[in-house]
């Protein structure tokens, strides 16, 4: 079982990162072919004559080695408190002045009191005409704030909104942390064979057969391209970013990648993830109240996106998915929108016609730990996955749980 760790991410967790943020500027782009060519020269060298599992093993240590040493380590800084405007400071400054006003007034004599509540009054007056003046500056900050998130991103402004909020921070033991997860993902049957489902079709042979051969270049590529530069990386710290950047490097991936695919071969360190444990309300501590994201290695990401997306193919043009039901995973889709407007013109039509509508919301709480893991392989064999494809998978997901 490969475990995941509670922390983050290895690179925040140590304060290091693999890269700088290099601007897009002509020194940029030369930092950036630099690199290339002494990450491919450090490879050459390194794993040119060794086994395809040491390959495959250390690919990503060395890229991460040479970016360290070719630009060092950036010490993440956390954040200190906010830099406080002339404004600010003048009105804490004004709130002391109130508050020792208030001491002096409660020992002063009559007198003295009347003198003191007209200072006092001057400081309050000054005080609240601070007050409205930070007040309009904080409205104009966060409403020029907000537009610039709604403009980058309208999709996840839209979200926030209606997010509750999340905070907490997880609060048990490594030793429980590593039982949930057995129990969670684990399957103490798979190795036993499924008992025969009554009357379950086997669809037809195919008409268009699985692509199988080794991923070509342009495959590699476009993954790389779709992903996000920003993604975190897995636990051997290289990010998309790299393999954007650095053309001969995703070279040298590609040449490993094909190799791996035609020896049905899958490295352990793409079963290896590095746990991310988002709270899901206020002040989580407990495990089932924190939302587990899994950071794996990107080598193998690319590995199995290729494997992915030639999978939807296959299953698609040989009419093995009803996409008139099924609208999830289906390449050029919006299946939320879809379900969303379907359910819409239910509702309408129970309106108009004036009829009793039943809707049913169907969810798995724990969806790979509840579900058979033999129900995986027996339904690549179903649908007639070539062999090949299937062992890599079973070796991929009896790795990772």
């Given amino acids: 079982m490969v475990q995941a760790q509670p922390q983050p991410s290895c690179r925040l967790a140590t304060g290091l990162t693999p890269l700088s943020p290099f601007a897009e500027t002509a020194t940029a782009v030369e930092q950036w072919e630099d690199l290339d060519s002494k990450i ?12 395809l599992e040491h390959k495959l093993a250390t690919f990503g240590d060395i890229v991460y080695q040479t970016s360290l040493e070719t630009f060092g380590a950036k010490q993440l800084q956390s954040k200190g408190p906010p830099k406080r405007s002339r404004r600010q400071c003048e009105m804490d400054k004004l709130r002391k002045q109130k508050r020792s006003l208030k001491k002096q007034m409660k020992a002063a004599n009559s007198e003295e009191k009347k003198g003191l509540q007209e200072i006092w009054q001057h400081l309050e007056a000054r005080h609240s005409a601070l007050s409205r003046a930070e007040s309009a500056r904080k409205k104009r900050s966060q409403k020029r704030k907000n537009q610039e998130r709604f403009l980058r991103d309208p999709f996840q402004f839209a979200r926030q909104l209606f997010q509750q909020p999340k905070s907490g921070t997880l609060a048990v033991s490594r030793e429980e942390l590593e039982a949930h997860l057995k129990k969670s993902y684990s399957d103490n049957n798979r190795e036993l064979p499924l008992e025969e489902t009554a009357g379950l079709i086997w669809p037809a042979a195919p008409g268009i057969k699985f692509n199988n051969k080794p991923p070509n ?5 476009a993954v790389v391209n779709k992903a996000r530069a920003k ?19 995703l070279k040298r991936l590609h040449k490993i990648l094909r190799s791996a695919w035609n020896n049905i071969k899958v490295s352990k360190k793409w079963m290896t993830a590095e746990g991310v444990y988002i709270p899901k309300e206020q002040n989580s501590k407990e495990i089932n109240q924190f939302c587990p994201i899994s950071l794996l290695n990107v080598e193998g990401k690319i590995f199995f996106s290729v494997m992915a997306t030639r999978l939807t193919k296959y299953l698609t043009e040989n009419g093995y998915i009803n996409t008139s039901v099924q609208k999830g995973g289906i390449p050029g ?20 016609q004036e009829l009793n509508l039943d809707v049913v919301w169907l969810d798995l709480a724990n969806a790979y730990g509840s579900v058979p893991h033999g ?18 998978l079973d070796d991929y997901f009896s790795g990772s749980v």
């Fill in 40 to 51: 491919v020269l450090k490879l050459d060298s390194l794993i040119g004559d060794s086994t």
């Fill in 333 to 352: 889709v919006s299946c939320c929108l879809e379900h969303a407007t379907m359910i819409w013109e239910a509702i309408q039509r129970a309106k108009l």
């Fill in 231 to 249: 993604s975190n990386p897995g636990p051997n710290g290289v990010p998309y970013l790299l393999y954007k950047r650095c053309p001969n490097v």
């Fill in 375 to 392: 129900m995986i392989q027996l339904a690549l064999k179903m649908y007639h996955v070539p062999e090949d494809i299937q062992v890599m």
């Fill in 217 to 221: 270049l342009q495959e590699v590529v």
